[in-house]
């Protein structure tokens, strides 16, 4: 797809990675994007530099876990820009501390409500939108915590998993509307997110070794990976993992697993590997 004139649709635009897709669209020369995320001064941020880069931006407060706000901010966007051609739903939340198993249940039910259920009626509204448009993409953010067990925070694992299974199951008949659905699974990335779960250099100790001591993604380069899924025409289904660099300096370890076989045999050899097991 070439994104010079198009329309797009972001949550958890305020900030991080969805704030650098924005920009990353708009510097592609994207006509118009609407920005989603319930923190307003974020969004106001956002929206005064995608304009100054010459976009649209349309801004909503919204609740990704109501699914009558996401309705609505879908049909404004649609009304205001004319039409969705790219959908990014990227909202999303970690249990962090108390880490597992002292998680509070108000917890548990947040994480899942964002990160899967919010992520679900994303990729329902955006299927009717695209389809409006005749076609389109949809991203959604996962993790590499859905390659495996993250110990520290089994919930939010789980739900970036869900994710996936999610972006594997209505690839197909999304395609039927000329629609791609494409996950994106970011390793360690410098933003608030990291913020709330250390001190806010680098992530937190109970992360576990091999997370805590990362090192870290810059959110340029996991829009980059966004921008690659939006624009290659080929990638349907697929998984692109944008994963932490070896060192400082270094840039980050891309792997493509372009449909469920791959990606469960990554799995099966990265368990193997975890496990001590050639
Ligand atoms: N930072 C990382 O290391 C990392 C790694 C892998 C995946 N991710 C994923 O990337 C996505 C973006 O996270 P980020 O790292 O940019 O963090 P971030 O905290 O900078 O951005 C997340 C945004 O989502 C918004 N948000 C949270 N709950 C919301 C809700 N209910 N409705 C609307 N907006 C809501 C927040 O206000 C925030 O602006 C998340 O899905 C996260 O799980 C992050």
Not at 139 to 156: E, K, Q, V
Not at 177 to 185: D, E, F, G, P
Request: with cysteine; hydrophobic share 45%; proline share 5%.
């Amino acid at each position: 797809m070439d994104i010079n004139g198009k329309n797009a649709l972001i949550t958890g635009a305020a900030a991080g990675i969805g704030q650098a897709t924005a920009f990353a669209l708009a510097d592609a020369g994207a006509h118009g994007i609407a920005l989603a995320d319930l923190d307003e001064n974020g969004l106001a941020d956002t929206a005064r530099v995608i304009e100054q880069k010459g976009a649209r931006a349309v801004v909503g407060r919204v609740d990704v876990t109501d699914s009558d706000q996401q309705r609505a901010f879908f049909e404004e966007a649609e009304f205001e820009l004319g039409g969705l051609d790219i959908v990014h739903n990227n909202a999303g939340t970690i249990c962090g501390e108390p880490i597992w198993p002292e998680t509070p249940l108000e917890k548990i039910g947040l994480v899942v409500s964002v990160n899967l259920i919010g992520v679900m009626y994303g990729t329902r509204l955006a299927v009717d939108a695209l389809s409006r448009r005749g076609g389109g993409v949809i991203i959604n953010t996962a993790s590499t915590a859905s390659l495996g067990p993250m110990p520290a925070d089994p919930m939010y694992s789980a739900t970036k998993t869900g994710v996936v299974n999610l972006v594997h199951a209505s690839a197909g008949l999304a395609a039927t509307h000329k629609i791609r659905v494409n996950a994106i699974l970011p390793g360690m990335t410098q933003t608030q997110f990291i913020a709330r779960t250390g001190d806010g250099t680098k992530p937190a100790e109970w992360l576990g070794p091999a997370l805590a001591h990362a090192t870290m993604l810059t959110t340029e380069q996991i829009a980059e990976g966004v921008m690659t899924l939006v624009q290659d025409d080929q990638r349907a289904g697929e998984c692109l993992i944008v994963d932490n660099p070896p060192g400082v300096g270094e840039p980050p370890q891309t792997t493509r697993l372009k449909d469920p076989v791959e990606f469960y045999g990554y799995i099966a050899e990265r368990a193997k590997a975890l496990a001590g097991v050639n």
